[in-house]
C-alpha cells in the first residue's frame, strides 16, 4: 500500500475537491497523503472523511502547502491561477507531479508555470475527460477539412457559480479549430457579441458562454455554411469523469520526464 504514489488535491472543501477526494480513495493505483485548503478555512486541522460527513480516514486537511507536498507523488490542482501558480513552484520543488485543471489562467500565468514545467512534470489541460479530448481532435480535423465557407461558432454552458468565461474547455476547442486552420486563435477570435456588432468577419471564431442552474459542461462546436451547419457536442452529466480523468494524468505522470503534457498526451491521442 505504502508504495502506491501518494496523491495531495488542493481545494479539498470545494465540490470539485470533494469529488477528486472520492475519486482517489477509489483508485486502487493511488492512495491520498494530503488535502489542502487555505489559511482560515474551516475544514484546516480536521481529519478529511470527517469533514466530508463520514468517517475519519487518518489524513488532516492543511494549509501548509510546502510540507504536504513533501510527502506527495502528485498533486491534483482545481483551485484558482493564483493558487496554481503558487503551487507549481511547490511541486517543483518537492519534484511531484502536478495535474492542473484550473481555468481563467493568464499569460502571465501560463509562463510561471511554463517555468516550472523544465524541473517539474506539468499535466495541464481545460478538461479532463476523454470525451471531451476526443472532440478536441475531431474539431481540429473538421476545421482543417473545411475552408472559411464555413463559420465556427463555439457554445458552452455551465452551473451559476463559474467564475471564468469563456470556459477553459471552450478555449481548448478553439485552440484546435485555429490549429486546424492554420491560424492564431489571438487574432480571429470574437467573444460575446453586444449592440450593433457589424456582419461577422469571415474567418472568425465565435464565443459564447451560456450560465445557469447547476450544469456540468456542455459544449457545442458549429460549422456553419449557406444550406448546411455541423456540430459537435459533448454533454458532461457528473463532475466525477473530470476527477477520473484528473487521477489517470496523476498516475500516468509518475514516470515521464520534467515538461508540459496535456490530456490528449496522457490518452494516447
Avoid at 502547502?65 to 490542482?77: G, H, P, Y
Avoid at 492564431?184 to 464565443?207: E, M, N, P, Q, W
Avoid at 484528473?246 to 520526464?257: C, P, R, S, T
Wanted: glycine share 12%; aromatic share 2%; hydrophobic share 45%.
Amino acid at each position: 500500500m505504502s508504495d502506491l504514489p501518494g496523491i495531495v488535491v488542493m481545494g479539498a472543501s470545494g465540490r470539485m475537491g470533494q469529488m477528486l477526494i472520492k475519486e482517489v480513495r477509489a483508485n486502487d493505483g493511488a492512495r491520498l497523503v494530503g488535502a489542502l485548503e487555505r489559511p482560515g478555512n474551516d475544514w484546516v486541522g480536521r481529519d478529511v472523511g470527517e469533514c466530508m460527513g463520514g468517517q475519519p480516514i487518518g489524513v488532516t486537511v492543511s494549509d501548509d502547502a510546502l510540507e504536504t507536498m513533501a510527502k506527495a507523488q502528485a498533486v491534483i490542482d482545481f483551485t484558482a491561477p493564483s493558487a496554481t501558480v503558487d503551487m507549481a513552484e511547490i511541486a517543483a520543488q518537492a519534484r511531484a507531479v502536478h495535474v492542473i485543471g484550473t481555468t481563467g489562467l493568464s499569460d502571465a500565468d501560463l509562463e510561471q508555470i511554463a517555468l516550472a514545467g523544465r524541473h517539474a512534470t506539468i499535466v495541464r489541460a481545460g478538461n479532463m475527460s476523454l470525451g471531451v479530448n476526443l472532440l478536441v481532435q475531431l474539431t481540429k480535423q473538421v476545421a482543417a477539412a473545411l475552408d472559411e465557407d464555413f463559420d465556427i461558432e463555439i457554445i458552452e454552458a455551465h452551473h451559476h457559480h463559474k467564475v471564468d468565461a469563456p470556459s477553459g474547455t471552450a478555449l481548448m476547442l478553439g485552440e484546435a479549430a485555429a490549429e486546424g486552420r492554420g491560424v492564431d486563435l489571438t487574432k480571429v477570435s470574437d467573444r460575446g457579441r453586444d449592440g450593433i456588432t457589424g456582419a461577422r468577419k469571415r474567418g472568425d471564431i465565435g464565443f459564447h458562454a451560456v450560465r445557469g442552474g447547476d450544469i456540468v459542461g456542455e459544449h457545442d462546436v458549429m460549422f456553419a455554411a449557406p444550406g448546411e451547419r455541423i456540430v459537435l457536442r459533448h454533454l458532461a452529466t457528473d463532475r466525477a469523469i473530470f476527477a477520473r480523468g484528473a487521477v489517470k494524468a496523476a498516475l500516468w505522470g509518475q514516470d515521464k520526464k520534467p515538461g508540459e503534457y496535456s490530456m490528449l498526451d496522457v490518452l494516447g491521442l
